[in-house]
């Protein structure tokens, strides 16, 4: 349809049309002078401000908790989940006891945040303008964090959905652009594997020294903390091996200055390029790094150098060790590289294992991840057979 004649924005027709635009549902809350929540479902959330953290929401005039809200110091916002429609519908009702089946809990503010939630965002009220039949509120971010991981509730064309995409791309910031155009020609392949073995498959690209998560395909039940696009590492040994083992640069930039440490690290690469995957498995700092990195980009900065921190523990020998096929082992993360024309452009991972793997099962999900990936290499006009044997450094 190409209809360019549009009509004047008369009730009906003016919220069929903005029902085209889908939003997520929050929740605000207050508590009333007797300490008794109230709150309120919205769907104008949104984000405006980082320096200074400042978001907002548009109450409706009509609203008789709105008014609540504006008298008391502190106002919350709860983002709900896919699962949390009756929630909504409970704060959506004018005159009911609305908290009478809501379980909540107080944020730094004592503000009610809804529970199981998927992350709160706790405020101090800082501006409000009167806009037509509602108000824009704007409110300072004091506190803030995410509760658990699940896709968000989306109100769409008035009704209630989830978020349905498969996959997800990251924002094209401008050094990934052309990481990001390469991880395209991978999504349909990544939601199949994600699939088929029940794993978040990633595209991570490289850009100068870091590793950038491009795309992420969700696993049908996943049940772990998900990647994020846009996620950056840097490349430090012991991390980042399938973007190091073919490119003799980085290879000797990667290598640490400890000889026995280097020794094992260009052993650990010779396997990469021998098997043409690289596996992270159990260590009780990938925790911590997965946490840094998480924290990172809650905060958005890294004050407290702790990233590099935990990098600098993580110990080199649960990257890329030799494999026994009947050892069992904690898999994090299995990547293989994409080969363009100059070199690797991308690797593809899966992670987000349930069980201890054995040497053997490692095995297989690795040569599934090489077809898979070989596949993309072929789409985007590099040849793996050539670049997986092409001669490293220290031959
Ligand atoms: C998905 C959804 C989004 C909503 N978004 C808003 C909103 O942005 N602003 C608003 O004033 N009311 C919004 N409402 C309506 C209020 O949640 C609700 O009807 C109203 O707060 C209830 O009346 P009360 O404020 O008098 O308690 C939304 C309702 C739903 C179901």
């Not at 029902?19 to 002078?33: I, N």
Request: glycine residues 10%; negative net charge.
């Amino acid at each position: 349809m190409n209809e360019r004649r549009g009509t004047v924005p008369e009730p009906r027709h003016f919220r069929d049309v903005l029902g085209q635009f889908p939003t997520g549902v929050a929740v605000v809350t207050a508590l009333d002078p007797d300490g008794a929540p109230v709150g309120m479902a919205v769907g104008s959330f949104s984000s405006v401000s980082l320096d200074p953290p400042l978001v907002a929401f548009m109450p409706a005039r009509t609203s008789s908790t709105y008014p609540v809200i504006a008298d008391a110091p502190h106002f919350c916002v709860s983002i709900l989940g896919a699962d949390q429609e009756e929630v909504c519908r409970a704060m959506a009702t004018r005159g009911a006891d609305k908290f009478s089946e809501i379980d909540w809990f107080p944020a730094p503010s004592g503000a009610p945040i809804i529970a199981d939630s998927l992350a709160w965002i706790d405020c101090t009220p800082a501006w409000t303008h009167e806009a037509g039949d509602h108000l824009i509120v704007l409110g300072t971010v004091d506190q803030l964090a995410e509760l658990r991981p699940g896709p968000p509730l989306v109100f769409f064309r008035g009704g209630y959905g989830g978020f349905a995409t498969a996959s997800l791309m990251a924002a094209p910031e401008r050094d990934i652009v052309e990481p990001i155009r390469l991880a395209g020609r991978a999504r349909s392949l990544m939601e199949d594997l994600a699939k088929e073995l029940d794993l978040e498959c990633l595209a991570v690209g490289a850009v100068g020294e870091q590793s950038v998560c491009l795309a992420i395909a969700d696993s049908p039940s996943a049940d772990y903390i998900p990647s994020r696009v846009g996620y950056r590492t840097p490349f430090v040994f012991p991390v980042g091996s399938v973007f190091v083992a073919w490119d003799p640069a980085r290879t000797a930039l990667w290598l640490p200055a400890d000889a026995a440490r280097a020794a094992g690290g260009e052993a650990a690469l010779r396997r990469v390029r021998d098997r043409r995957w690289s596996v992270a498995t159990g260590d009780d700092h990938y925790d911590d790094l997965e946490r840094a990195v998480g924290q990172l980009l809650i905060q958005g900065q890294d004050d407290d150098g702790s990233l590099g921190g935990v990098m600098n523990a993580l110990r080199g020998e649960q990257f890329d060790p030799p494999l026994e096929p009947h050892t069992t082992y904690d898999v994090r993360m299995l990547m293989a590289p994409v080969f363009g024309p100059h070199g690797v452009e991308l690797g593809i991972a899966v992670r987000g294992f349930r069980n201890h793997l054995d040497g053997a099962e490692i095995e297989a999900i690795g040569a599934r991840l090489i077809a898979a990936a070989d596949e993309v290499s072929r789409k985007i006009g590099g040849d793996a057979t050539v670049a997986a044997l092409t001669p490293s450094t220290e031959h």
